[in-house]
């Protein structure tokens, strides 16, 4: 049982290409969640995933686009990344107790992202 | 717009208590507290959540002001590992889903 992981661990892009991070988890959680962490700050919300085949924006959506084509897995891209992109990206994930999200969120380990 | 604040940065002796405040003044009815902690610069982890009864795990636990404008997470006796950055967190429910607004949390330092 892997838990939540994330795929790359690092990554340097050159202002206006393109990227996807892969988030994968093995827990059989309905709900995923992406999130970047700017240095000094917390965390905020991109985008998330109540179940397959479903996303909606979080708090910082724009300049990203998400999709859950399997349950386990949540994508992250960067369609024309920009410097203020450069983040520590972290993907997490929740399970339904009782027809409800617990909120209790696994995170994975995060993806360092620059660009420069 | 900040939901949450909380001290930059505190000190702990190891083995006493650790008393982490926060101030959530314009949180809503339904909206739950949460806190989380973050270690290095690892996922965080979750500690404990409440709605306004003061709530108690094996981790720590959560006391809520009356009126719900803050709240005291409480590690009754600190160690080295608890040395990390603590999130107080509004959870806000929508139609949608779920959402969570992190703050900047606090620096806890457990001493030696």
């Known amino acids: 049982n892997a838990g939540v992981t994330q795929t790359p661990k690092f990554r340097v892009l050159k202002t206006g290409q393109s990227m996807t991070l892969l988030c994968a988890q093995d827990m059989n959680h309905e709900y995923m969640y992406w999130y970047r962490q700017d240095p000094g700050m917390g965390l905020r919300l991109i985008h998330y995933s109540v179940g397959e085949g479903t996303t909606a924006k979080g708090e910082v959506p724009d300049g990203y686009n998400v999709s859950r084509l399997k349950k386990q897995n949540f994508l992250l891209g960067l369609e024309s990344a920009a410097p203020s992109q450069t983040s520590v990206y972290f993907c997490a994930s929740s399970y339904l107790y009782g027809g409800a999200p617990t909120d209790t969120q696994y995170f994975g380990p995060g993806t360092r992202l620059t660009v420069l | 717009d900040a939901k949450t604040t909380q001290p930059t940065s505190m000190d702990c002796a190891e083995g006493r208590a650790a008393n982490l405040p926060c101030n959530h003044s314009t949180i809503s009815g339904n909206e739950y507290v949460y806190w989380y902690r973050q270690i290095h610069s690892q996922g965080p982890q979750y500690i404990i959540h409440g709605l306004k009864n003061n709530e108690t795990n094996e981790m720590a636990s959560l006391i809520i002001t009356e009126d719900r404008k803050s709240s005291t997470l409480i590690l009754p006796h600190a160690t080295l590992r608890d040395t990390a950055v603590y999130y107080c967190?509004?959870?806000?429910?929508?139609?949608?889903?779920?959402?969570?607004?992190f703050g900047t949390g606090t620096s806890l330092t457990v001493i030696p």
């Open positions: 967190i509004v959870r806000v429910a929508r139609n949608t889903g779920n959402q969570f607004y």
